[in-house]
């Protein structure tokens, strides 16, 4: 088939090129992932946070504070920012006549935007000068790369400069992404040293993609969300919210997160092939105007923090900034992140919001930690009994796995691990699905069985790609009980029964629309309880049936069984709030956000308003503030140790 411009063909696209989002293969070749076990795995290198957007502002609205936090860590930041973010053209100024549309220009003003928020966020003057260039990509295009380096710390900004729009406003991301032949051509923003427009089609552009990772080798890459919720809504409404047909998110995002996704299997793939070491990285994705349908969780504190560098980007028409097109992007400038009534500043939410990595001890008192990397389950050992040093990770295969992995250990000591795995990625047309899937130990500490998928609690493809993170736990009669958020924000679960078999996937009463995030336990008394953050409370089913509902939360909650009841105690932050409460007792003083850990004793793990980890044992408040910049939610292992990733993809040990 001829191939035919965008502007001709987006049309017929736009309203499906969402729906599905899949990995294709080049013409001639195939690019899969190999789930078997058993390949060389690189170390971690030096820290680099790599981060790829739609639009500029994305990394501000969605992937702050974490990227910050890794900022101040001294880690490398380089933003890819895959649309020029030119829109109408009209960069509006509150209370002036509009100017006419000069697409070029107010891609010029947003991208000046970027660099006096980043110089901003580096602690230097957001009028610094930043250093331009032009760099090549695959297949002979070129982008611009702005570079500032301020007091040690590195940032990077790459404009590949896709369009948002074609002709009559049609979403021309997605419709590249659901077509191999359209095609589109790059914009040129005004002052850029790229002087020359290049054309991408669906391949091209995750070739290039997968060649910035290539060069680039991050160990932490933030990506937005390739599935976002499926958000009902009227016409006027959804376009209010600036939300694609049916999905709580702009098209743009879905289609950048699933072009990334695309990349990163490709950049594992083209590394391993030959024998090659799988990189070493972890991947976060972030929910995006999914921030608008939920309590808010970000304290006071942590959000204007957020928000003033939202301001810089903003900018004034009154700035003297040196880039005639613009000093930012006006209608986000001055208190307007806070003002907007979409809220998106608010909160930050990960897609899939699993602490890890999964922790278990061996016969011979090592910690094994199994986490995600480069796509693939892999276990790290202990060199010796709390050393707090790990051996090389060991490859366990299964990819490619989002970042959710979470862990159970059955009566005898063996340990079942859960993940998400993106079980086809075929490509426009084909078979786009999401699947539950099971690693078994043979024996305790010992090799595991093959992989085994459990499905999936939807029937659809597309209501399937919904699912949540997994979360498992065995109840004292042996059973393993599996629980899954499902596509109409509700929980499904699956038994394990004793013999081995599973039975199948069933929902569980409706209570409300809940968040991503599930908490379950045993309680004193053996029964199964599961805790989840909704809309208007934390929701709690016990053996399967509704329980009474908890105060509402903004981030998942922590639960210890109370002894010799049948009670639980609830740890949780009320939303917009960084002070820690409890349904039972008087909490501690334990400021801070994110997901909440808890052992008996009471401990509590968490984050501090500066995203350090935190320590709450015993009356004494202990703060991590060396080693590696975390990563992630971190997890507790019995009542002392604290295990996390570092942003170099190399698990750490913290023993206050």
Not at 496 to 511: E, K, M, N, V, Y
Not at 543 to 549: E, N, S, V
Request: charged share 20%.
């Amino acid at each position: 088939m001829a191939r035919r411009s965008v502007l001709a063909g987006a049309s017929a696209l736009a309203a499906a090129a969402v729906a599905g989002c899949s990995v294709p293969a080049p013409p001639g070749s195939a690019v899969s992932a190999d789930p078997a076990p058993g390949r060389p795995v690189a170390t971690g290198g030096r820290a680099l946070l790599m981060q790829f957007a739609a639009h500029p502002d994305d990394d501000l609205y969605f992937m702050n504070p974490d990227t910050q936090r890794l900022l101040d860590a001294g880690v490398p930041v380089v933003s890819v920012y895959v649309t020029a973010g030119e829109h109408t053209g009209k960069n509006r100024v509150k209370g002036m006549p509009e100017t006419p549309p000069d697409k070029a220009a107010y891609s010029a003003a947003r991208h000046q935007g970027l660099r006096q928020a980043y110089a901003d966020a580096l602690g230097a003057d957001r009028f610094t000068a930043w250093e331009r260039r032009v760099t090549a990509l695959a297949g002979g295009r070129s982008a611009e790369v702005d570079t500032l380096v301020h007091g040690g710390r590195r940032v990077e900004l790459i404009f590949v400069n896709l369009p948002m729009h074609a002709l009559r406003r049609y979403m021309a991301l997605p419709a590249l992404w659901e077509d191999r032949a359209v095609e589109l051509r790059t914009h040129l923003s005004t002052g850029s040293p790229v002087t020359r427009a290049d054309s991408y089609d669906h391949d091209q552009l995750i070739a290039v993609l997968a060649g910035l990772l290539t060069a680039y080798r991050p160990t932490v890459v933030h990506t937005l969300d390739p599935d976002p919720d499926i958000q009902i809504s009227d016409e006027a409404t959804r376009k209010r919210d600036s939300e694609q047909p049916g999905y709580s998110d702009h098209g743009d995002h879905t289609a950048v997160a699933c072009f990334t996704w695309a990349a990163l299997l490709r950049w594992v793939a083209d590394a391993t092939e030959g024998g090659g070491p799988v990189p070493a990285f972890t991947v976060n994705a972030f929910r995006g105007y999914y921030n608008r349908h939920w309590p808010k969780n970000l304290p006071p504190g942590v959000l204007a923090e957020k928000a003033a560098h939202l301001v810089p980007y903003g900018g004034d028409p009154a700035w003297d900034c040196g880039n005639p097109s613009g000093c930012g992007d006006y209608g986000v400038g001055g208190d307007r992140p806070l003002t907007n009534g979409k809220g998106w500043v608010r909160a930050t939410h990960h897609r899939w919001p699993a602490p890890g990595p999964a922790v278990a001890e061996e016969r011979d008192g090592r910690l094994a930690a199994y986490g995600v990397l480069g796509l693939r389950a892999v276990r790290w050992r202990e060199t010796a009994r709390a050393s707090g040093l790990w051996g090389e990770p060991e490859d366990l295969g299964g990819g490619p796995l989002a970042p959710a992995l979470t862990s159970t250990a059955l009566p005898d000591g063996r340990l079942l691990l859960f993940g998400v795995r993106f079980a086809a990625l075929a490509g426009r047309g084909g078979a786009n699905r999401r699947e539950l899937v099971l690693l078994e130990q043979r024996s305790p500490g010992g090799p595991f069985l093959a992989w085994r998928g459990l499905g999936n609690p939807e029937r659809d493809d597309d209501r399937g790609r919904r699912i949540g993170a997994p979360v498992a736990v065995t109840a004292p009669d042996g059973r393993v009980h599996l629980f899954v958020r499902d596509a109409d924000k509700g929980v499904s679960t699956r038994v394990r029964a004793t013999d081995g078999s599973w039975g199948p996937w069933r929902p569980l009463p409706a209570q409300e629309e809940l968040q991503d995030g599930l908490t379950a336990l045993i309680d004193a008394t053996g029964r199964v309880n599961l805790l989840a953050a909704g809309r208007t409370a934390v929701r709690r089913w016990v053996d399967g049936a509704p329980a009474a509902p908890l105060p509402l939360a903004g981030d998942p909650v922590a639960a210890l069984p109370a002894p010799g009841t049948d009670a639980v105690q609830v740890f949780y932050r009320s939303p917009a709030d960084g002070h820690l409460r409890a349904t039972t007792g008087r909490a501690p003083a334990f400021e801070g956000y994110g997901p909440l850990a808890a052992a008996p004793g009471p401990v509590l793990l968490g984050r501090d308003p500066r995203g350090r980890v935190q320590l709450h044992r015993a009356g004494r408040l202990s703060v991590r503030t060396r080693g590696a910049a975390p990563v992630g939610a971190p997890v507790l292992h019995g009542a002392g140790a604290v295990i996390g990733m570092g942003a170099d993809a190399r698990p750490w040990v913290w023993r206050p």
